[in-house]
């Protein structure tokens, strides 16, 4: 008999790796999706389709939502899953401050609404919950590098949520002798990373400017420094992790910290594009200080004839400041490289090298389809 996994949030970035990683361990795989009025499952549609071919469907999705503990019971009744990975959420930090309420609803009580179902149900001895914590729960960093010890300090209406949510895991894991885990993951990226965060809009820019269609990349707080991983690394922690004997939690992390603005750096040396920064703040700028114009044709597949040197590519725009800012992410992951035999496989130079050529193909792909130039810098997302 294969296993049977449920993974709320399976349109998200992490849902699409978790569901092809479990698929191809012979998992059955229920996701849970949500109604939305244009489609959302972009990330999926390739791997439903195959899995539709092979004439033994596997994968299997319903419509649900976090801030709905009816639905969320009726279909954990039905699927009878073995794990249950809580992966959906309103993920985006700057915003959880322009939605609080609704944030607090799906991060911190949504999870509420899993181990509730899985109790009320009377599975907690058969169904393993994984529960996506993050690195924000650090917030105003109290220790460096950060590990499982390391007290919280969360600083945005997302990081007190999931402060909510790991509690409430670590509450009834110790209360009902269920076997829930709380993965803290640091950031995590890949071609599929959504669209407005900020390695994401930075890819998609390179890949922008350098065909033509966009003139300048606006960013927030350059000196914040992330501990970037691949996000395909760390679907394989959440597996580990509730394969264990007993239920823990674990820190998921490179262990190497780096500002927004290397990230930026290292992502137009992709394509040949040589940054220096110029200015301190709200008026720090991002100017071409050299293209090598074999990697640029190489990369693009074209001559950087409408680039100069001198020309400004990155501004600063206050509007993405957030209202209190987490400065400083590193995590330290000994434990799971210990205890899980857990160990990052992609380096961030390759990371950011994959993502930048994902985008290069994807805008010269939509270009092409559109027949015409258009501006992806206007687009209503872009104000993230
Ligand atoms: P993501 O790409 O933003 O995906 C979030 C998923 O949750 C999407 O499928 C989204 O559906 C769904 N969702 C949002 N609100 C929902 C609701 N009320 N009910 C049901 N589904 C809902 O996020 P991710 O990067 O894959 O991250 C996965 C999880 O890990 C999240 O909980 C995130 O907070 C956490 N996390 C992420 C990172 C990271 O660096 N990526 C690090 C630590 C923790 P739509 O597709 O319809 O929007
Ligand atoms: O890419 P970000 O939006 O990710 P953030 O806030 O670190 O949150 C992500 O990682 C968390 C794990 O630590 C997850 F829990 C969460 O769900 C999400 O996946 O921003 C990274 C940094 C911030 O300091 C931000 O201020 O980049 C800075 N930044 C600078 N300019 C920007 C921008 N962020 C965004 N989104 N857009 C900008 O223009």
Redesign the pocket.
Known sequence: MSKIALI????????SYLADYLLQKGYTVWG?K?R?SSF?TSRIDALFANDRQEGNPKFHYFY????DASNIIKYIQEIQPDEIYN?????HVKVSFDTPEYTGN??GL?TLRILEAVRILGLTQKTRIYQ????ELYGLVQEVPQTEQTPFYPRSPYGVA?LYGYWITVNYREAYNMFACNGI?????SPVR?ETFVTRKITRAVANISLGFQGVLSLGNLDAKRDWGH?KDYVEAMYLMLQQDKPEDFVIATGRTTAIRDFVRMAFHEVGIMLDFTGKGADEKGIIAGIDRDLFESQTGLEPDHLNIGQELIQVDPFYFRPTEVNLLIGDATKAKTKLGWQPQHTLEEMVSEMVQSDVELVKRNHHLKNGGFLIHNKVEDLM
Do not use: V, W, Y
């Open positions: 709320t949030g399976i349109t998200g970035q992490d849902g849970m949500r939305s959302n649900g939502d976090l801030t992966l959906a959420a309103m993920s799906a991060d949504g996506a914590s993050t690195s999931k993951l640091f950031n995590h990226e959504g996000a």
